[in-house]
């Protein structure tokens, strides 16, 4: 395929922002872990990082354009006959929907679609085969991934990225680096999982926690939890009332999820309306009546 115009032809829907700088394709080969296991890419593009993968390893990967697919069917060719290289064509976020992206372990390695990429960072945490994941993404997303606890970065996403093993931002890469150039500042980031967690509702438990980043976290679990049950698991846990999300350990968001999950469906107190003196009068009649 001939493209006249690279930054025309890129496509905003798909998230397309070419990688096209040699130094950085190799820094992410590079980062790669060191063992033979399979690669599955995430939106192969025009298969400038593809080109690198399969050099040194089996590649199966995943493209949502059809354009890309037909370019990328071409290209390799001669990979796809000897074996090292394969591709499916479609949404790999709909994959997921059907278990594991691949049936053995493997290593995800990509340039990400930025408007998915944290979506797709989180499913990857929850498929047991996936050994780690090594991405380029927004540089506000990676920081969210990596932060430690006491930074004031430090997330729901890093209690996230902590529970499944070790998140690293590895190194930034300018927006000259890509065509078209996206309008941030971009990263890669590797999380190396030593387990993988399914769990829905530690997820929505961890967006009440950081509801509100500046405010006690206390404050924020008294908005879905009763706040005699919240301020009683502090005083149990021997934790601080002030003590505001991005302060709190990964190994406290456990605790505190452990004993507060069987509020979480919807069985939580939902807060009852302060009485005005007019309801309460209102109140009074029904009971009479
Ligand atoms: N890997 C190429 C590179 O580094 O130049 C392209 C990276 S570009 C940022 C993101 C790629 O993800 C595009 O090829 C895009 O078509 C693809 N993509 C976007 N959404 C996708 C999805 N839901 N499933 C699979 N691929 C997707």
Redesign the pocket.
Known sequence: MIIDNLAEFA?KK??????KNDYYLHKIVQAMPNDNLKVAE?????G??TKELVKVRNVTA????KR?CEHLNNEFEEAIEKGNFELRCG???ERWESGSLLDEPYHLV????YY?ATNIILKAFKDEHCQSILVMVQKEVAVKFSAQVKQKEFSSLSVLASSVGKATLCFEVEPEAFVPPPNVTSAVLLIEKDISRDDEKFETFLKIAFSQPRKRLAKNLSSSFSKDIVNELFSKLGLDSNLRPHEAETSTYHHIYNELKDNLDGKQRSKQPKQTSRSRAANTKKQKT
């Open positions: 496509s798909f998230g397309q922002n070419f990688l995430i939106g192969p593009g025009l400038d990082l995943f493209e949502v354009d890309l949404d790999v976020l990509a340039n990400l679609p998915i």
